[in-house]
């Protein structure tokens, strides 16, 4: 045997997984978050072209055509795929638009949200003695509101409007985060490399922000997940109300409320925005499973 | 002058009327270039002193001492930023469990440049070759490729050695290890051990090595102290406290060393725990679990006593074992 075998033990760091490859192998591993993902994929894709792949304008009125039924069933018409609401408008195109301004909310939702709830929990993680218990009795406070009823009493106040939704759900969800990154930012802060960092002369801004911050993050982006989906519900819900986005601006639940009349005769106004709320909501949820499984190695693998 | 001079140290937990002294009366100095031991069981305090001594106590326990001082300046006066510019600095730390002592979330290469960074002010390439430097000077192998790795990717033994590269990365006076060999494997802590004191006899630092494995102190340290709910109960050259233990507690811990009993014979105990905060004796800490005690031990404390041998805080060293 003269064949000289070729080991790569020589430099064995070369050959780790990149962290995105890990990552993603976590997460294609769990099926249902793929799904989720293609389907959000869809929904972001339809937002961000939605002039260019809705057909109508969604506040032009077909006044010829008005409840008209989805194209496949009896009655319905190849120019109206989804049917038409109680004025005559397109019900696919209001969706389409419709998904823009949900995902819109619930994106600043969770950022004007995340960004305070993380400085909040941080702090009180790191001020055990005053400021933490201040800032936490608080979050306890705001907890102990149901949440639906504190964002309406805030978009009350403020006056009905999507900035003001958004800040109502913006400050419904804020103490979740807070919990979160304290609870894990306070498991952090007995670890061994954050003495080491004090050790080596890192100051508090330096502790929170550099050292301990980043290990907060897996936690965080899962629930930023969750709470993203649980903002377009909260969004829907305020719109039904009749406190959120004000008409004639398509948004899903505010096109609920308003088919809600409707509901004997024509049961795809209702059912149509429903489903896509529906539809949304689970298919973030998904993804944020899987971002769970993809982050959390102590669930890893384990179901 | 010591490197490190500490009198009367105490450090307190809890309110003021019963608060739990962590650490009691505590003196300790230690010489640039030497290594102390500092052992005893768990919750005798040894941990408490050093976070004290770096002011990284968060105000959670009290420090009182009649001088703290580190290589000539006084660590309880000093404010917290200029505290941290001589800590970072000149003082480091090696913690016992390697697997949490780096940050998960950034590389090996990272985290010793971000210290090499903020202490000495290196940059680009400069900054590269002294991480490298470093790397290869705690004997990891494939160095270079290994700076780019997360410690996750890592062994045990391996963080241990980033983690001392990380700690001697600006050259420090004074080096603490916090039982750097326990949560390793037995072939992995001899190792550890002969790089660190290598390194600090290259670097001609101050080691303070804590401990519960005597063995380790009888191979590399000079002296030793022996601590025991927070204070310190014997403290001597290491010949000296091998050959003749003052202390019964001392001499307890000896002979708990796995190695000194022979063939199938159990190995020698101490019955009981470390007092906590509601059973603390009024009199000798160690007496409900000294064997020799009598009724004085039990309502008076001893002071340190110096000996010929060495320092102990009993009424009755063991100087003449064989006349008890």
């Known amino acids: 045997m003269t064949t000289h075998v070729q080991t790569s033990a020589d430099d064995p760091a070369l050959h780790y997984p990149s962290p995105l490859k890990e990552f993603w192998q976590g997460f294609s591993y769990n099926r249902g978050a793929v799904i989720g993902l293609c389907f959000l994929l869809i929904v972001v894709l339809a937002a961000l072209f939605a002039p260019l792949v809705a057909p109508y304008n969604p506040v032009d009125q077909y006044r010829d055509y008005m409840l008209t039924p989805p194209s496949w069933s009896e009655g319905g018409s190849l120019k109206f795929l989804l049917g038409t609401d109680e004025i005559g408008r397109d019900l696919l195109s209001r969706l389409i638009y419709g998904s823009r301004l949900s995902l819109l909310i619930g994106l600043s939702a969770v950022v004007t949200s995340m960004l305070p709830g993380i400085l909040l929990g941080l702090l009180a993680a790191f001020y055990p003695k005053l400021l933490g218990p201040a800032i936490m009795r608080v979050m306890d406070v705001m907890m102990a509101l149901p949440s639906l009823l504190l964002a309406i009493a805030i978009v009350a106040i403020l006056g009905p409007s999507m900035l003001n939704t958004i800040i109502a759900i913006a400050v419904v969800s804020l103490p979740g985060y807070t919990r979160l990154v304290r609870a894990s930012a306070m498991t952090e802060l007995n670890r061994d490399y954050v003495t080491a960092a004090r050790v080596a002369g890192a100051g508090p801004m330096r502790l929170m922000f550099v050292t301990v911050l980043p290990n907060c993050m897996a936690p965080l982006i899962v629930h930023a997940t969750m709470s993203f989906s649980s903002a377009i519900l909260d969004a829907a819900a305020l719109g039904f109300l009749g406190m959120g986005v004000q008409p004639p601006l398509a948004e899903w639940g505010a096109m609920l409320s308003s088919a809600r009349d409707y509901i004997e005769r024509a049961w795809w106004v209702v059912t149509l925005p429903g489903l896509t709320i529906l539809l949304s909501v689970l298919a973030i949820n998904l993804i944020g499973d899987g971002l769970r499984d993809a982050l959390d190695p102590k669930l890893k693998r384990a179901a | ?324």
């Not at chain 2, 510019?85 to 949490?100: C, H, L, R, Y």
């Not at chain 2, 062994?155 to 949560?183: H, W």
């Open chain 2, 1 to 324: 002058m010591s490197l490190l001079e500490i009198n009367n140290l105490s450090v307190l937990f809890g309110a003021d009327p019963h608060p739990f002294p962590a650490v009691e009366g505590l003196d300790l100095s230690v010489d640039q270039g030497e290594i102390v031991g500092i052992a005893g069981e768990s919750g005798s305090g040894k941990s408490v002193t050093m976070m004290a001594m770096m002011g990284l106590l968060d105000g959670q326990g009290r420090i009182v001492a009649d001088k703290l001082q580190f290589d000539g300046k006084d660590l309880l006066t000093l404010s917290s930023r200029e505290r941290r510019k001589i800590v970072g600095k000149d003082i480091s730390m090696i913690f016992q469990d390697p697997m949490t002592a780096l940050n998960p979330s950034y590389t090996v290469g990272y985290q010793i440049m971000e210290v090499l960074k903020v202490h000495q002010h290196l940059h680009g390439a400069a900054l590269k070759q002294r991480a490298l430097a470093l790397m290869e000077m705690v004997e990891i192998p494939a160095a270079a490729s290994r700076l780019s790795s997360y410690p996750h990717q890592l062994s045990g033994g391996m963080s241990q050695r980033v983690a001392i590269a990380m700690a001697i990365a600006c050259k420090p006076k004074l080096l603490i290890a916090d039982e750097p060999t326990t949560a390793l494997d037995v072939t992995i802590q001899a190792q550890i051990m002969s790089l660190l004191v290598d390194l600090q006899k290259m670097h001609n630092m101050a080691l303070i090595l804590i401990t519960h494995d005597l063995a380790v102190v009888a191979e590399v340290a000079q002296r030793l102290a022996v601590m025991y709910a927070g204070q310190v109960v014997e403290q001597g050259s290491v010949p000296e406290i091998f050959r003749h233990p003052l202390h019964p507690y001392t001499e307890a811990l000896l002979s708990s060393i796995p190695e000194h009993s022979k063939g199938a014979r159990r190995l020698q105990t101490l019955q009981g725990i470390v007092p906590g905060h509601y059973d603390r004796p009024k009199g000798c800490l160690l007496a409900p679990r000294c064997p020799y005690a009598v009724e004085r031990c039990r309502v008076e404390r001893p002071e340190l006593e110096t000996y010929p041998q060495g320092a102990a805080r009993c009424f009755f060293p063991l100087l003449d074992k064989e006349a008890r």
